[in-house]
């Protein structure tokens, strides 16, 4: 592991506050920018050090407060790959404070999607305009201005920016004062107010054409939305979601939002989907815009879980910031666990909590069972490294870890310590050691004990249990091993402090224990043989749980007559399928336990049934004699719940209903069911026609069902209904559509207007849903990738997280080992650039499916024939 003085930069020259101004050039499509910076020499030196990416300063100097003197430089040398910039005086500089100020520069407003770049609209006109935007997180503050770009060096900010007239222009704070340029009759000066001490990476400047809704909260704290125009009333959703989250947050925190304002704005470029950026959130407009006709049910609860965690960095990330990237999770782990506790308080009928286990619990465990996998507190030793491990682990990891904590601990000593953590390090920096503090100190529970293991080590045990009969009693066996996606032991013997939770049929108790050895035993009452035991109920624990045959035989009624809670039907079945594909059980074991789910009912169990059927068809897809194998099992298993849903909506039906009809209707479609399949064309030619337009919570499944099995007149159809859709949540149903298709051909168009047509923000998307429907999609896209990865996805992506994403995205689908070393030497020419780590996990799957196949693919050949 490398010294942290390597790769951070020296602490004798440290900045407290920026003066910014920054002049936007539309014309010219390029950025000017002065900057002065009030700073503390600590001790005697003749450099000063700092970040800076593209920006050309030829000369600095430094003015000591105290005497007026100025020491000019006698050099600037900046070095790419370290993104820094050396600053070298005529003399050495002397212990105090002074300012730095850095001749102008000018930089290009180029469409990277981080630093300070261009976005692309249309305007009232039709005509193509241009507005900025920042995208500083996690290490493009430095492509802006020269800055200390690190997350604890932080400071003061006052920003001043030059603007075109009649242009919206917003930072962090409120706007000070707006006058003409003395330079420039058409253009305005605005001045912001200073912000308070933050980091680098937060701070934000969005210039453009928008409308704005606002509110006014009892506290005085202005909320304000801002939509493009036209649009303003698609902004009442976010604005209404906003103005109740920032006081819940509030009320749970016991901590006042400590900005005057709080800003939502819609980006239509934009490499994340949303972005923290104290007092100015920026946001894809799909996840921000919501209107009757063309945003469905789920896209309006995704905007839901997007404001709630951007408005939750408020407090974790900005007014407490992790003192480097790796302690990342503190921000985003907690901010994902704080979406899910506001949303459930705010929108209970989401069953929200119920929906985690898809959505994070499962998705984390799937890459923390990997040998590629990273601790939650990973090793970031280069700017190059910290986009990387923005992913299911720092996210849902670490989120699953502190729900479990949050169990372990108790709503109530868990929100005091909350409240510890926040008060003690407001306006600072903290480690994972911090946090534990606090909640210790709030609970007197030993946390750091209980929690360091499942933050500093990779993956999470697998919890064996059998059960011995006694003459009147069970003795439970339980021992803890780390879980292994490949099957293999663990030889470094790792342990966790296991917070095991035991529901049996035998009394209504919940028995816990917290499993901090190897193995222990616990005494339960005695089984009669309809009786149960279910372990880690509730499924707050983050393991795997492997049952011995009889005690997972003893659940299976339980999941046919729905006698267990909704979160144990879920965790018993992704469990089993993780053991299958970890070779300690059968893949027919798996669907012999499937069928029980024939009579469920509740959307989030079908969640866990998608992904394990998918994942079983994924597999047998590139097989040819198997492909077609699992689509009359799938059909049964789906049937009765598409008999009870139908196509219409009934005002009955609960929330999660309306969710799970598409869900249904789309499985069925996309393995074989002819009426469902004309229904979906039927329907897509009245919505085409104009004579019905189809509900939004219909238009994915009846777009791909029919894309499926469609021809190039469907595709035709699609790429239509896309340059003619008004909305970009509709045009993003449409392009991840069009790729569900296995004809090269259709394939080869999908991909070239992908390439002509979708904003770049989108495309990797757009790539990722026509590798993952099929094999031969798979193929497809990867050969493409690889053929045009320097002519075409180089130059539109260069340094963005974008291309790590679209790495992971088109290396995944395959179950060979021959293309898992040709994914490898791929990246290997390559020397192994940004988004390695992703395809690292993607090969090391491949593998994993190539074994599955080869171990289990005969006796499912055999058990599935019965369907036919």
Not at 827 to 838: D, K
Request: charged content about 20%; hydrophobic content about 40%.
């Amino acid at each position: 592991m490398s010294s942290k003085s390597s790769y951070l930069l020296p602490r004798d020259v440290l900045p407290y506050h920026y003066d910014l101004n920054i002049l936007i050039n539309f014309e010219e499509l390029s950025f000017s920018g002065e900057v002065s910076i009030k700073i503390k020499i600590k001790s005697p030196t003749r450099v000063i050090k700092l970040h800076a990416v593209g920006l050309s300063i030829p000369s600095a100097s430094v003015t000591y407060d105290e005497t007026k003197e100025v020491v000019n430089s006698v050099s600037v040398d900046c070095d790419d790959a370290s993104q820094t910039m050396s600053i070298n005086f005529v003399e050495e500089l002397v212990v105090g404070d002074g300012t730095l100020s850095l001749q102008a520069y000018t930089a290009p407003l180029d469409t990277q999607m981080h630093g300070l770049y261009r976005s692309k609209y249309l305007g009232e006109d039709g005509n193509v305009r241009w507005m900025a935007v920042t995208q500083f997180e996690a290490v493009s503050a430095r492509r802006c201005f020269p800055c200390w770009d690190e997350p604890e060096l932080k400071a003061t900010f006052s920003l001043t920016l030059t603007v075109p007239k009649g242009k919206t222009a917003l930072s962090n704070m409120p706007e000070d004062n707006r006058k003409d340029s003395q330079e420039n009759s058409s253009l305005d000066v605005i001045t912001f107010q200073k912000s308070p001490i933050m980091s680098t990476y937060l701070v934000a400047i969005v210039v453009g054409e928008y409308e704005v809704l606002e509110n006014v909260l009892d506290c005085g704290v202005k909320v304000r939305v801002f939509t493009p125009l036209g649009k303003k009333a698609q902004g009442e959703f976010a604005l209404d979601v906003a103005s109740r989250v920032l006081p819940y947050y509030t009320d749970y925190f016991k901590v006042p939002y400590p900005l005057p304002k709080l800003d939502l704005i819609t980006v239509p470029d934009f490499s994340a989907g949303a972005m923290e950026n104290w007092g100015l959130i920026t946001c894809r407009e799909s996840l921000m815009l919501c209107d009757p006709i063309n945003s469905s049910s789920l896209n309006k609860q995704r905007v839901v879980i997007y404001i709630a965690h951007e408005v939750a960095h408020q407090w974790f990330g900005n007014l407490v910031t992790m003192q480097w990237w790796t302690h990342l999770w503190l921000n985003e782990g907690y901010a994902n666990f704080s979406q899910t506790l506001c949303a459930d308080h705010l929108f209970p009928e989401y069953d929200i909590w119920t929906q985690f286990l898809s959505q994070a619990f499962i998705p984390a465990l799937e890459l923390d069972s990997l040998d590629s996998t990273h601790p939650v507190e990973v090793d970031v030793q280069s700017a190059d490294s910290v986009d990387e491990i923005f992913d299911e682990i720092s996210y849902d990891k670490g989120a699953s870890v502190i729900r479990m904590l949050h169990r372990y601990l108790g709503n109530e000593n868990f929100q005091i310590g909350m409240n510890l953590y926040l008060t003690r390090h407001q306006y600072s920096n903290t480690c994972t050691e911090d946090l534990w503090k606090a909640l210790a100190d709030a609970s007197g529970k030993p946390v750091e004990k209980v929690m360091s293991p499942w933050t500093r080590q990779s993956g999470f045990p697998m919890v064996s249990v059998e059960a011995q009969t006694e003459a009147d009693s069970i003795t439970l066996h339980v021992s803890q091993t780390r879980f292994f996606l490949n099957g293999s032991k663990d030889s470094s013997n790792a342990l966790w402090a296991v917070p095991i939770d035991v529901a049996c049929s035998m009394d209504d108790k919940i028995r816990c224990i917290l499993l901090d050895k190897s193995s222990a035993t616990l005494e339960l009452p005695a089984m009669s043989p309809n009786d149960w035991i279910k372990i880690n109920a509730g499924a707050c624990g983050f393991y795997r749980t492997k049952y011995s045959s009889d005690l997972l035989k003893r659940l299976v009624p339980q999941l046919s007559n729905q006698t267990l809670p909704t979160l144990d039907r879920i965790n018993i079945l992704d469990d089993l399928l993780a053991m299958v594909q970890a070779g300690h059980t059968s893949t027919v074991e798996l669907l012999e336990v499937l069928k029980a789910y024939k009579g469920e009912e509740d959307y989030s169990v079908f969640m866990s049934i998608k992904n394990c059927t998918s994942t079983l068809s994924s597999v047998l897809s590139h097989r040819k004699e198997l492909k077609s194998l699992m689509a009359p099992f799938i059909r049964d298993l789906f049937a009765n719940i598409h008999q009870k849903l139908g196509w219409e909506p009934n005002e009955s039906e609960s929330y999660l209903d309306k969710l799970l009809r598409p869900m249904v209707l789309s499985t069925l479609g996309e393995n074989g069911e002819q009426s469902v399949i004309q229904k979906c064309q039927s329907l897509l030619v009245d919505h085409v026609s104009g004579s019905k337009m189809l509900p939004a919570d219909l238009r994915a499944c009846v777009y791909k069902t029919c894309m499926i099995h469609g021809d190039a007149s469907t595709l035709n159809t699609l790429m239509k209904l896309h340059r003619d859709a008004d909305s970009q949540e509709e045009r993003d149903r449409l392009s991840r559509c069009m790729g569900a298709t296995s004809q090269l051909d259709l394939l080869t168009s999908v991909l070239e207007f992908t390439l002509e047509e979708i904003r770049p923000q989108d495309i990797p998307f757009v790539l990722y849903s026509a590798a993952g429907y099929s094999a031969e999609g798979s193929a497809f896209v990867w050969e493409y990738f690889k053929t045009n990865y320097h002519s075409k996805f180089v130059p539109l992506y260069a340094d963005s997280d974008l291309m790590i994403r679209l790495i992971k995205f088109v290396s995944g689908n395959f179950a060979s080992d021959d293309k898992a070393e040709d994914i490898r030497s791929f990246f290997a020419a390559l020397q192994f650039p940004p988004g390695w780590r992703g395809a690292q996990q993607n090969i090391e799957n491949i593998r994993l499916n190539a074994a599955w196949l080869e171990r289990d693919a005969d006796a499912v050949s055999q058990y599935l024939k019965q369907w036919q």
